[in-house]
């Protein structure tokens, strides 16, 4: 009698527990399969295009393994096989021939998108975009801190490239450290000048200009010839009057703060951050920078996983991921002026900064 | 005598020289060589007093080393171990008795290339970053079981179980390691007249581990690692952090019945089936996020014919058993497996004790097949094979005198090892002396413990040593 009890007790015990467990997944990883179609779409000049033999490139953002890249057939299609269930960059350039209303010229297109699976066999379309306004550019953000062991991040600097045909004019401008959105600005300095009007301070096509956090030559003084870099040659330099401890070099035009009550240098982080360069029309710092007023901006960030805090239409990605603090490299945009407002695509970090020409 | 000192010898071997981190297993190994107590075997707290104890306390030191002239990859090059285990067990009355033990460990792992964990081939998820360093592991583990008879025949018994281990490596990362552990299990069993027992136990445990890898110049690189052949590199950070949140259940079922069709021979049968899972976080300290996580789910039954009425003195005893279980991986997010791995463990064995004088001789063989089916979908990695495993073995128990006993073993094995091991065969040997006298304030005893593993293709050899001296009262 107690024996059978304790059987009906035993099972009746195996057969509740053994509806806890988890349920195993269906599919196996190694086994995904994305087929992707690059196009060009422009309504403007009437252009639908398949994009044929256009470079596709997946980088696999969750394990290391190695970037795998193919060509796209003449339907502008490219399928990757057997791949393992991971977040991948899927980015494609060609240059085509294309009318643009100036007879037909060579284009560089670029698409790119951020792809997570669902099922075992994905299929899309990759639109790719042309080449953003050429104008004023941030091209080269140095921030990382060169190698050291004392937490040294002072010698950061901006690199700004006109990849206009036009010379354009610095005057009044104003080069932002942005908070966590748009509507909120950490500093806001600005050039000397008149906004949009001034001529005085102009940069020519194809002219590179260097902003210093301080105009210093750090290589020499703080490195004794190694590492880091040598900002005395810098075309422009941060200052802020309310900065007692700051350094201002007699020799180098000043960036001016404006913001009442921020007492610091144009410090930012070191592998993460938000820049804007606008025009100066909008110096109320309160409400933000207006987006019409941007010029160029750059959000860089060195985890995957960072969210986006700059609207889509000023940057869609991130520069610098995967860059390490203290490692000594720069982000840089991949040709100089290079823009299609990704900075994923846009940017590269290279191993040393490369101040006022592109690496 | 001879329970007593291969208890000091064992506490060398499991908690010494091999320096496993404190874990609970799903479920354990069995080996007719070591099967000396029966609530061991049979897991269930309500049966501790079919281990006749009387009431002791005994106090254990151990030490042990073993040099890896001979490993894998993420081993370390020497582990050394030291540590104190304290047993004491008292009958608190006719009904209840109660046994407690404290053991505090402390082990060092010199040249350990990269891995985080103590034992890299044991998990699926393991961390690694980019040194070789040293790393010191430190904790106590804490045991209490308490027995009580309910009514007549009927027995229930409580364990709980608690370890907690800290661990840092030191050099960069200079990973911090905090292991906690907890294991409640409890049993009813009832207990005929006529030798006959059945048992039910049912065991929780949980686990929580975090790792803490640290900058130093440079931002903390780590990578976390899904399988042996793919990982996933960490973003560096200043702290870079691995948690693992692990629970598990297990039901264990027992029957054990003396003379059965003759009067000498005893039967135990055991079974239970089990589940446990972990989930693997990692990330930023304040922003963790969901690395993956791994299921184990099966079971295992064991049987064990004894025959003589004092099988350690004169007799035979045979033993056959399988375990079978299924483990399987995922990945973050994604909603497949990354990792299966289906075991079919099957071991079986036979030994033989027969008196000489005052002396006992046991002879003994055991063997068994480990069938393999590992995967690794991501990797496109598969290990399917059925491994072997043969072990002969002989203990003399030797009666020097009325106050002196001593005890020797030799065993000699060769096993198939996983891939990991990069070697097709690993042959071993390994000797036990132990010596036990009594005096008027108690018993002290001393053991020594020397193995050597080959492996067949390649050069260096694994040297194990432990020795661990005890006294009780």
Redesign the interface.
């Known amino acids: 009698m ?2 059978n009890r ?1 059987i009906v ?2 099972a009746t ?2 057969f509740l ?2 509806g ?3 349920e ?8 995904l399969n994305i087929n992707i179609t690059t196009r060009y779409v422009d309504s403007r000049f009437d252009i639908d295009i398949a994009l044929d033999s256009a470079a596709v490139t997946l980088k696999n953002n ?4 190695p970037m795998l890249t193919d060509f796209t057939d003449s339907n502008g299609t490219v399928l990757f096989q ?1 791949l ?3 977040e991948y960059m899927i980015t494609s350039e060609k240059e085509v021939m294309l009318d643009l209303g100036d007879g037909e010229l060579p284009v560089p297109l670029f698409a790119d998108t951020v792809f997570r ?1 669902d099922k075992e066999e994905s299929i899309f379309t990759l639109f790719a975009r042309g080449p953003a306004e050429p104008g004023l550019k941030i091209n080269e953000i140095y921030t990382a801190g060169p ?3 004392f937490f040294f991040f002072f010698d950061q600097y901006f690199e700004l490239y006109n990849s206009s045909s036009d010379t354009v004019y610095l005057d009044g401008m104003i080069f932002c450290r942005m908070g966590s959105s748009i509507e909120s600005v950490t500093y806001i300095f600005q050039f000397p000048g008149e906004p949009l009007t001034g001529r005085e301070y102009p940069v020519e096509p194809g002219g590179f200009v260097v902003l210093a956090k301080d105009a210093y030559n750090y290589r020499d003084e703080i490195f004794g010839g190694l590492k880091s870099v040598d900002l005395s040659v810098a075309d422009w330099e941060f200052v802020n009057a309310a900065d007692p401890g700051g350094m201002d070099n007699p020799d180098v035009p000043n960036i001016w703060n404006i913001k009442v009550g921020h007492t610091l240098d144009f410090m930012v982080g070191l592998t993460a951050d938000a820049l804007i360069l606008a025009d100066g029309t909008d110096v109320n710092y309160f409400d933000g920078i207006d987006i019409e007023t941007v010029i160029d901006c750059v959000e860089y960030s ?4 960072h969210l986006k805090e700059m609207p889509p239409e000023l940057d869609r990605g991130f520069a610098g991921i ?1 860059q ?4 000594g490299t720069s982000l840089e945009r991949r040709k100089a002026g290079f823009d299609t407002n990704n900075s994923t695509v846009d940017f590269v970090i290279i191993p040393a900064p490369t101040v006022g020409y592109q690496h | 005598m001879r329970k007593v000192l291969l208890f000091s010898i064992l506490i060398v071997l499991i908690h010494g020289s091999l320096s496993f981190g404190y874990e609970d297993y799903l479920y354990k190994n069995y080996s007719i060589k070591e099967m000396y107590r029966v609530y061991n075997l049979l897991n269930n707290p309500a049966l501790m007093r079919s281990n006749n104890h009387e009431d002791l306390m005994k106090y254990n030191f151990y030490f042990g080393n073993q040099e890896n002239g001979y490993r894998r990859t993420f081993d370390p090059e020497q582990i050394e171990s030291a540590g104190v285990d304290i047993f004491f067990y008292k009958a608190l009355d006719d009904k209840s008795a109660l046994s407690s033990r404290i053991i505090y460990e402390t082990s060092r792992l010199n040249n350990l290339y990269r891995s985080l964990e103590k034992d890299f081939y044991n998990s699926y998820f393991a961390y690694t970053d980019t040194t070789t360093g040293d790393v010191s592991y430190a904790g106590p583990i804490l045991n209490v079981i308490y027995y009580r008879e309910i009514m007549s025949g009927f027995s229930t018994g409580l364990e709980i179980d608690y370890g907690i281990e800290r661990g840092l490596k030191d050099v960069y990362t200079k990973c911090e390691t905090v292991s906690r552990n907890i294991n409640i299990n409890w049993g009813l069993a009832y207990t005929g007249s006529k030798g006959t027992s059945l048992g039910a136990s049912i065991r929780y445990f949980d686990r929580q581990g975090t790792y803490e890898a640290v900058k130093e110049i440079t931002d903390a690189i780590v990578n976390t690692y899904m399988g042996f052949h793919m990982y996933y590199p960490e973003q560096p950070r200043s702290t870079n952090e691995k948690k693992i949140l692990g629970k598990g259940v297990e039901i264990d079922a027992q029957f054990s019945k003396n003379n059965v069709f003759i009067s000498a021979l005893k039967i135990d049968l055991m079974g239970g089936y089990g589940s446990k899972e972990n989930r693997i976080d990692a990330g930023s300290s304040s922003n963790p996020v969901r690395r993956g996580y791994w299921v184990r789910e099966g079971g295992f039954v064991n049987s064990i014919l004894s025959l003589g009425k004092n099988p350690q003195r004169l007799g035979i005893v045979m033993m056959a058993g399988t375990k079978q279980y299924h483990d399987w991986a995922a990945p973050q997010n994604y909603d497949v497996k990354n990792i299966e791995n289906d075991i079919s463990d099957v071991n079986y064995g036979i030994k033989m004790t027969i008196p000489l004088w005052a002396n006992n001789l046991t002879l003994g063989y055991e063997a068994g097949t480990e069938a393999v089916n590992y995967r690794e979908y991501t990797a496109d990695f598969v290990f399917n094979e059925t491994l072997s495993r043969n072990r002969v073995f002989s203990d003399l128990d030797i009666r020097i005198n009325q106050v002196t006993d001593m005890y020797c073993g030799v065993w000699v094995s060769n096993f198939e090892p996983w891939f990991y091991w990069n070697t097709r065969l690993i042959q071993a040997q390994g000797i036990e002396m132990g010596l036990e006298r009594l005096f008027v304030f108690g018993k002290l005893g001393a053991s020594l413990q020397m193995e050597f593993w080959k492996p067949e293709d390649k050069t260096g050899v694994i040297e194990r040593f432990g020795i661990a001296i005890s006294y009780q009262k």
């Open positions: 107690v024996k304790l007790l035993i015990g195996i527990f053994s806890c467990f988890k195993v997944p269906e599919y196996e990883d190694g086994h969750d394990y290391k393994m057997d393992p269930w991971s699976p190698p050291n062991n060195s985890s995957p996983t995967g390490q603090k203290y490692s």
